[in-house]
């Protein structure tokens, strides 16, 4: 790894002997920084691989990319217990670290990121100078549940004890994916929600400093709550309506996991040309993507 990306070589020494083959970050780098890098951020219990088509397709195209593994993610042991001691305060100093990584890495950073990845890039947008910020289907909230109870509901799971509950409890992974963890903390949840509420919060009180931002939404959403991105989209134009839009994809079936490759269905595929333009404009169009305001 070139001397000259110090920030980025402690990066990649945190991939400590427990994670998986497939579970650490993942860089494509040119021969020395470029014009523009990519901050890819996945999603919770999921690891860098999710984004590796992204990676690969944003590399092709001039950028240099990493894709770094959240804390307490991406073990060689799906069964792990470490998304136990998952707090907000670790995965804030991860992604500001990121984002110094990335302005190494490239002189203009667009930040991307997916679910919690995508909560996360709403969290970057309102507090750093990049370029772009992409929040894909961003975890602001539960679909079913409305946003006025989201705070008393996230502050009693707290002081629940914590739990590992499985995303699927018919298949208990069995069809999900190697690099990724069947299961989650539920106080990992809570503490996600608690961001939502703070990055909605600040929204309303204060302009974002990203340059651009685009929120993307699923209309056949079946986890996040699309009406709480609504709302930041909302809160946003008002401070600054000429740096925010939003984008609907349309024409998929009941779904959340649009960027995992490897899950069964080909979601990921049929989106990834939409998710692609949004994080790089200058890439093709989908004609399933319809923008919304500016």
């Known amino acids: 790894m070139p001397t000259s990306w110090p920030r980025l070589e402690r990066l990649l020494q945190r991939d400590h002997a427990a994670v998986g083959t497939n579970g650490g970050t993942i860089v494509r780098l040119h021969d020395g920084p470029r014009e523009r890098a990519a901050l890819l951020l996945h999603g919770l219990t999921a690891t860098p691989a999710q984004f590796v088509r992204y990676a690969d397709g944003l590399h092709a195209r001039g950028y240099n990319v990493v894709v770094p593994r959240l804390p307490h993610h991406g073990h060689a042991d799906r069964m792990s217990t470490a998304l136990e ?9 991860a992604v500001a670290e990121s984002v110094a990584v990335a ?4 002189s203009r950073v667009t930040i991307a990121g997916f679910s919690l990845g995508g909560l996360l890039t709403a969290w970057a947008a309102q507090r750093f100078e990049v370029e772009r910020c992409v929040a894909i289907a961003p975890f602001l909230g539960v679909a079913a549940i409305p946003r006025a109870l989201t705070p008393p509901l996230s502050e009693l799971v707290l002081r629940l004890p914590n739990f590992f509950a499985w995303w699927d409890p018919i298949q208990r992974g069995r069809h999900t994916p190697e690099h990724g963890y069947p299961r ?3 106080h990992s949840i809570a503490y996600a929600l608690c961001i939502g509420s703070t990055v909605l919060r600040d929204a309303a009180n204060g302009a974002p400093r990203a340059a651009r931002i ?8 079946s986890s996040v709550n699309n009406r709480a991105t609504r709302t930041l989209y909302d809160s946003w134009s008002a401070h600054r309506p000429d740096v925010v839009e939003w984008e609907a994809i349309r024409g998929l079936p009941l779904s959340h996991d649009i960027i995992e490759p490897l899950r069964p269905g080909g979601l990921s595929a049929r989106a990834y040309p939409q998710l692609l333009h949004s994080i790089d404009p200058s890439a093709p169009r989908s004609e399933s993507t319809s923008a919304g305001g500016r």
């Open 85 to 93: 001691r998952l707090r907000p305060c670790e995965l804030f100093e």
């Open 214 to 221: 685009v929120l993307v939404s699923n209309l056949s959403e």
């Open 103 to 106: 302005s190494e890495l490239g």
């Open 184 to 186: 989650y903390a539920t």
